[in-house]
């Protein structure tokens, strides 16, 4: 779970910058350009969703470093189709192609132009939620007045037909900040396939993972995830120290969900809490993360 960090009012701000600057383009270019810049908001979104998972393993097997590979996809791939489209749209129509009352033109061009703002927004949050950073400094969707990432999320999955789970696990995936790849379904134990048969999973969660003040006793704090393509994976965790701490987190080895049986009794362990999480396929082939869990309220 995410909670809200020193980086939350970015969020707060970006949706609000971009829904009054696309406003006042709307209103100054008129209703049938704003409607264009919209769609090819839309547009660029869905392509770069759609690509980016792709993309992302091409340019890691380039040598770019995995975490990164992701954001720098996305990013690339969503700007560069704005930019195209309104290079495109500004050299071949012209503003007055179509003709409306100044007055209809104006307040329409207006109203429009603040959804393609949100619409914009919404693919900045996206775009930021792929970025690995510290908890602290995630920004909660769920917290913001406009969850634009979401809404994006649920029109990206409309646009391609995708079924309520694969919708629900894009929006998760948003919200933990815990991308697997995309453009590709999920496979069983809850990954997504952005790598080739035969390679090790690779264990994709944040370095830090905070505990939240209000989670409940056998309530999930984490869903460990994977970019993995193929055969089940399983997940296991071992925290570090003295044994006791066994009992303080459990794993579901067929999700990867991550539960507290005693919350007051894991916040008695200290400030952090460091395991190690392991994911391994039918072939044996594994792959280890270390992270921290962050207990102080």
């Given at each position: 779970?995410?909670?809200?960090?020193?980086?939350?009012?970015?969020?707060?701000?970006?949706?609000?910058?971009?829904?009054?600057?696309?406003a006042?383009?709307?209103?100054?270019?008129?209703?049938?350009?704003?409607?264009?810049?919209?769609?090819?908001?839309?547009?660029?979104?869905?392509?770069?969703?759609?690509?980016?998972?792709?993309?992302?393993?091409?340019?890691?097997?380039?040598?770019?470093?995995?975490?990164y590979?992701?954001?720098?996809?996305?990013g690339?791939?969503?700007?560069?189709?704005?930019?195209g489209?309104?290079?495109?749209?500004?050299?071949?129509?012209?503003?007055?192609?179509?003709?409306?009352?100044?007055?209809?033109?104006?307040?329409?061009?207006l109203?429009?132009?603040?959804?393609?703002?949100?619409?914009?927004?919404?693919?900045?949050?996206?775009?930021?939620?792929?970025?690995?950073?510290?908890?602290?400094?995630?920004?909660?969707?769920?917290?913001?007045?406009?969850?634009?990432?979401?809404?994006?999320?649920?029109?990206?999955?409309?646009?391609?037909?995708?079924?309520?789970?694969?919708?629900?696990?894009?929006?998760?995936?948003?919200?933990e900040?815990?991308?697997?790849?995309?453009?590709?379904?999920?496979?069983?134990?809850?990954?997504?396939?952005?790598?080739?048969?035969?390679?090790?999973?690779?264990?994709?969660?944040?370095?830090?993972?905070?505990?939240?003040?209000d989670?409940?006793?056998?309530?999930?704090?984490?869903?460990?995830?994977?970019?993995?393509?193929?055969?089940?994976?399983?997940?296991?965790?071992?925290p570090?120290?003295n044994?006791?701490?066994?009992?303080?987190?459990?794993?579901?080895?067929?999700?990867?969900?991550?539960?507290?049986?005693?919350?007051?009794?894991?916040?008695q362990?200290?400030?952090?809490?460091?395991?190690?999480?392991?994911a391994?396929?039918?072939?044996?082939?594994?792959d280890?993360?270390?992270?921290?869990?962050?207990?102080?309220?």
């Amino acid at each position: 779970m995410i909670q809200a960090g020193v980086m939350q009012p970015v969020g707060d701000l970006l949706v609000i910058a971009l829904a009054l600057g696309l406003a006042a383009f709307g209103y100054r270019h008129g209703l049938f350009i704003a409607t264009l810049s919209g769609l090819a908001v839309l547009v660029s979104l869905v392509v770069a969703l759609a690509a980016s998972g792709v993309l992302a393993e091409l340019v890691v097997s380039l040598g770019c470093p995995e975490p990164y590979a992701l954001a720098t996809v996305f990013g690339l791939v969503f700007g560069g189709c704005l930019v195209g489209a309104r290079l495109l749209v500004g050299a071949t129509v012209p503003e007055n192609a179509v003709r409306l009352p100044p007055l209809f033109d104006a307040g329409g061009g207006l109203l429009v132009g603040s959804v393609a703002g949100l619409a914009a927004a919404g693919g900045g949050l996206i775009g930021l939620s792929t970025i690995p950073r510290p908890a602290d400094y995630h920004i909660d969707g769920k917290a913001l007045r406009f969850d634009c990432g979401r809404i994006m999320l649920d029109t990206y999955a409309a646009c391609l037909g995708a079924d309520e789970a694969r919708r629900q696990d894009l929006v998760r995936q948003y919200h933990e900040h815990a991308w697997k790849g995309i453009a590709s379904g999920p496979t069983a134990g809850g990954a997504a396939s952005t790598v080739p048969a035969g390679h090790a999973p690779s264990i994709v969660t944040p370095d830090e993972i905070r505990l939240p003040a209000d989670l409940a006793d056998g309530g999930t704090l984490h869903q460990v995830r994977t970019i993995r393509q193929g055969d089940a994976i399983t997940f296991a965790l071992r925290p570090s120290g003295n044994q006791e701490n066994d009992k303080l987190l459990a794993i579901d080895a067929a999700t990867g969900d991550i539960t507290v049986p005693d919350v007051a009794k894991l916040r008695q362990a200290g400030g952090t809490l460091e395991i190690t999480l392991t994911a391994t396929d039918a072939a044996g082939l594994s792959d280890e993360k270390t992270v921290t869990i962050l207990l102080a309220p």
